[in-house]
């Protein structure tokens, strides 16, 4: 039997309140930002009617999708039963609460009328699959939140199990929901596909782990809490299949797209042709995003180094946000393809522009008001593991791990558990 | 033991009741008589709409390719007049380039060349009127709707500004209105955050008026490339025209089973 005692985070109160200062400050820019715009109108943003949704929501979509990504480390432990993910369980259900309520925030600010959020609360049309992502994503913040007390609470342990299942069902349903935001869309040619439903799922497998993994590696070092070697190898391992499994569903879904003889101007432009996008692409999403971070996971050196494991981690990240980039704004810059066969000379707007590839450069208050939004995941997550036991006193292997009861006159909550 | 009835009757209770059916008589009654005079049944037709929309109707538009004029905007212009589109301006500091793909644009002219043989073509193009659209597939509110006579249109009271509905339409035929509104008119209300596109002139059609701005500015421009009409009355003027004059839906891949016919692309 293994005993795992978790302890609120104990950094010096000057370092946790710089940090807090920090997050705080960004998140007050992310909420100017907001205001700016509610004020303004969209105007000041680089959205326009061509590309209606721009770097908001990448931001957006990259939390939710990083948000049912790291409950997939609870779900680990409690569902398939790995026991050495078990003490892991309660920091990544905060981390995934955290990170949805960071994206949604970022959705609701960038409405056109975000004061009417109470319409889209009492208005539903379920034939939308936004309306069932509304009830998927608050459903998510209060299954996880019961998730997080069957494992710190003993009378919940008995629906631990349970519990775990149902959330490990439901963060499927959501980013498949999530990935089915784009892939119903039959309008546009890039979307249009039901493959982006897995792909999505894929995705936030691993940009959840990458953000769990900074968390985990970051809360420890400042706290001096060690993490086994091994634990580590494991979870860096299963970062390197999860990447390697995007970069799967990348090639999949360029070559089916290239099937279709009408999308071949499509995938030529994103790839080759598309200026910046086809450079986000290749550099960004496969190079820096894919190729580079499991050359780091997998070499036999680098792999074992916990600053390049970061560095793969936040490099994940980043090919998250290229390839969020990609899919999202890309598809729109392309023009729709109304008239096959023909070229369009004049759009009677302003040739060149509806005429063609559209415009978008993204403007410091979109940007702002994305970063806010990770900011008051990282507040959330920071407050959470300050003042409540999330995180355990000691990651470390079994073999090396330090004697349990040295928190004995700390307050401290103790989960009994069989090794898996 | 049988209790008695009081002696006596309580004036003061019998006015107070006197009054109050007093009162409400003159402020229900009012209404009772506006609301008989608007029955349908009081209005002859083709004037003011008083009943609820039918679907014995579905409105449509035809667009004859081969006598819309290059380089004419005599549709456009009476749209924006009809709509207040015209009253739109540019916010201070926006570049020309990014507004022209901000402001709302409800018709649009465009000119297509074929790849094959260079033959040009122009037309207008709107909002396609789709008896399945997409657009009222996902708006999760329920504010893009579509009228039992075929009119698509967005209730400006639900629309929570999310622009699902521009990302799913086809035809890039709506617009987000992105800057503060600062003049507009009666018959066409608009507000910053929300979407919006043609509706066939939607308070022309519930006035009983015969066509749309844009139909009656190309007829009297001299070209009548656009007929408006009921798709459904085998005797009006666009189902004649669309029974003898070959036509099709853009994107018809789609099956969308537009309320918008092209002929001649």
């Known amino acids: 039997m293994k005993r795992i005692v978790y302890r609120e985070w104990r950094i010096p109160p000057a370092r946790y309140w710089g940090i807090l200062g920090i997050l705080a400050a960004v998140v007050g820019l992310g909420g100017l930002a907001a205001l700016y715009l509610e004020h303004e109108g969209h105007w000041v943003t680089g959205m326009s009617n061509s590309v209606v949704w721009g770097v908001p929501h990448v931001f957006a979509v990259f939390l939710i999708l990083a948000a049912s990504g790291a409950i997939n480390v609870a779900s680990v432990g409690t569902v398939f039963n790995k026991g050495a993910y078990l003490p892991l369980g309660r920091l990544s259900g905060l981390l995934a609460v955290a990170l949805l309520i960071g994206g949604l925030l970022i959705l609701v600010l960038d409405l056109g009328r975000p004061d009417r959020l109470l319409v889209a609360m009492t208005h539903y049309n379920f034939r939308s699959i936004f309306a069932w992502n509304i009830y998927l994503y608050t459903g998510f913040v209060v299954l996880v939140i019961a998730y997080l007390w069957s494992m710190a609470d003993r009378m919940g342990a008995p629906f631990k199990q349970s ?17 089915s935001i784009f892939g119903f869309l039959v309008a546009r040619q890039a979307f249009d596909t039901a493959f982006l439903a897995p792909m999505f ?4 497998l691993a940009y959840g782990l990458a953000i769990f993994l900074l968390v ?10 060690p993490i086994g070697d091994l634990l580590l190898q494991r979870l860096k391992n299963l970062l390197g299949v999860f990447v390697a499994a995007v970069l799967y569903f990348t090639l999949v ?66 090919g998250g946000f290229a390839a969020l980039y990609v899919i999202l704004i890309g598809s729109q810059v392309y023009p729709l393809q109304i008239f096959p066969g023909h070229t369009v000379v004049a759009s009677g707007v302003v040739d060149g522009l509806r005429a063609g590839v559209a415009h978008y450069h993204p403007s410091v208050p979109e940007v702002l008001l994305g970063l806010g939004g990770v900011a008051v995941a990282l507040v959330i997550t920071a407050v959470g593991v300050r003042v409540l036991q999330f995180l355990p006193e000691s990651l470390a292997d079994p073999e090396a791990s330090a004697p349990v009861g040295s928190g004995a006159l700390r307050r401290f909550s103790i989960d009994e558990i069989s090794p898996g | 033991m049988m209790k008695h009835p009081p002696e006596g009757i309580d004036q003061g209770r019998r006015a107070l009741l006197g009054v109050a059916v007093g009162v409400t008589t003159a402020v229900v009654a009012p209404g009772l008589v506006l609301h008989a005079a608007a029955l349908p049944s009081a209005a002859p037709p083709g004037a003011q709409r008083s009943g609820p929309v039918t679907d014995r109707v579905r409105w449509g538009l035809l667009i004859d390719t081969s006598k819309c004029a290059e380089g004419c905007r005599a549709c456009v212009d009476a749209c924006d007049r009809e709509n207040g589109l015209d009253l739109q301006t540019r916010p201070a500091g926006q570049s020309g380039r990014a507004w022209a793909d901000q402001k709302a644009v409800w018709i649009r002219k465009v000119k297509l060349a074929d790849d094959l043989t260079g033959r040009v073509t122009n037309l207008p193009m709107m909002c396609q009127h789709c008896e399945h659209p997409p657009c009222v597939d996902v708006c999760p509110t329920g504010a893009s709707f579509k009228r039992a006579d075929g009119i698509v249109l967005v209730d400006r009271h639900t629309c929570i500004g999310c622009r699902y509905c521009m990302m799913a339409c086809p035809y890039q035929a709506r617009s987000f209105i992105h800057e503060v509104t600062h003049d507009q008119l009666t018959r066409v209300p608009r507000g910053k955050g929300c979407v919006e596109s043609c509706n066939l002139c939607v308070s022309r059609r519930d006035q009983g008026a015969p066509s749309t701005a844009c139909a009656d500015a190309c007829a009297d421009a001299g070209h009548h490339a656009i007929v408006f009409g009921d798709l459904k009355d085998p005797r009006s003027a666009i189902s004649q025209a669309l029974t003898g004059l070959p036509n099709r839906q853009l994107r018809e891949d789609l099956e969308l089973n537009t309320g918008v016919r092209y002929a001649g692309v």
């Open chain 1, 163 to 179: 519990i775990g299942v149902l959330a490990f069902v439901w963060r499927l349903a959501l980013t498949t929901a999530t990935g």
């Open chain 1, 201 to 204: 799922v894929i995705m936030s």
């Open chain 1, 216 to 225: 985990l590696i970051f809360s420890c070092a400042q706290d001096a809490r």
């Open chain 1, 253 to 318: 879904y360029y070559l089916t797209k290239l099937y279709g003889a009408k999308n071949y101007d499509l995938v030529g432009w994103v790839l080759l042709r598309g200026g910046i996008y086809s450079f986000t692409a290749w550099v960004g999403w496969v190079l820096l995003g894919t190729l580079v971070p499991l050359g780091i996971i997998w070499h036999p050196v680098l792999g074992r180094d916990r600053r390049w494991i970061v560095a793969a981690c936040a490099l994940v990240i980043l």
